[in-house]
C-alpha cells in the first residue's frame, strides 16, 4: 500500500480535527487506505480479463442474469452505493459466458470510484466489445448513501439506470424479449 495514501487519509481528519491520536484511532489512516485499495481494485482490470472463456451452446435466444449484487463507491462524495445489476444479452456463434464471469465482470467496473450511469454502460459496452455479444440490456438499481445520509431522498429510494447495446437497442421484438427478462416493460 502507498504510505502516501495513509498520510493522505491522516492529514484528511486531522483537517477536519479529528484526533487521530486517541485510543481507537491510531491505526485508522492505515486500515482506511486498506480499505480504499481494495474498493477501488478494479481500477486495474479490464472486462476482457473478467469475461474469460466463453463456452459453446446450442442455445440461440437471449440469456439472462439477474440480481448480481455490487457494492462501489461514487466518485462525487467517496460514499457507497449498492445494489442489484441485472443483465440480458444475446450470444454471438452458440457462445455464452460463464455465470460467475458476469459477477466478475461487474466487479471489474464497480470496484472503482464510479457514477451509476457509467457502471450501467460500462458493464454493457463491455459485453459487446470485449465479450461479442451482439447486443446487451443491462439494469442497475442501486442505493446511494450520500444521498441517504445527506437527507435530501427517503430511505427507499433506489435509482435506476438501463442501457442497450446492439441488437437489443432498437425498439423491436427482441428488446420487448429483453424486457420481459428485467421483469416487464415498464423500464423504458
Known amino acids: 500500500m502507498k504510505e502516501q495514501a495513509v498520510a493522505g487519509v491522516r492529514q484528511l481528519l486531522e483537517g477536519l480535527d479529528i484526533d487521530v491520536d486517541t485510543q481507537g484511532m491510531t491505526d485508522t489512516p492505515n ?17 476482457k480479463e473478467a469475461l474469460g472463456d466463453v463456452y459453446p451452446t446450442e442455445h440461440t435466444g437471449l440469456v439472462s442474469v439477474n440480481h448480481i449484487p455490487f457494492y462501489s463507491i461514487c466518485e462525487h462524495h467517496l460514499m457507497p452505493f449498492y445494489g442489484k445489476v441485472h443483465i440480458v444479452y444475446q450470444p454471438r456463434d452458440g457462445k455464452v459466458f ?16 464510479q457514477l451509476q450511469e457509467r457502471l450501467t454502460h460500462d458493464i454493457a459496452t463491455s459485453l459487446v466489445e470485449d465479450g461479442d455479444a451482439l447486443g446487451t440490456m443491462v439494469m442497475v438499481e442501486a442505493t446511494h448513501l450520500c444521498m441517504l445520509m445527506k437527507g435530501e431522498v427517503a430511505q427507499e429510494t433506489v435509482a435506476k439506470t438501463i442501457v442497450a447495446t446492439g441488437i437489443l437497442e432498437p425498439v423491436g421484438t427482441v428488446r420487448e424479449e429483453a424486457l420481459v427478462l428485467l421483469g416487464g416493460n415498464d423500464h423504458v
Open 98 to 113: 460463464g455465470l460467475g464471469r458476469l459477477k466478475a465482470l461487474v466487479d471489474v467496473f464497480a470496484k472503482r470510484p
Open 31 to 47: 486500515r482506511v487506505a486498506t480499505l480504499f485499495e481494495g474498493l477501488f481494485s478494479g481500477r486495474h482490470k479490464t472486462g
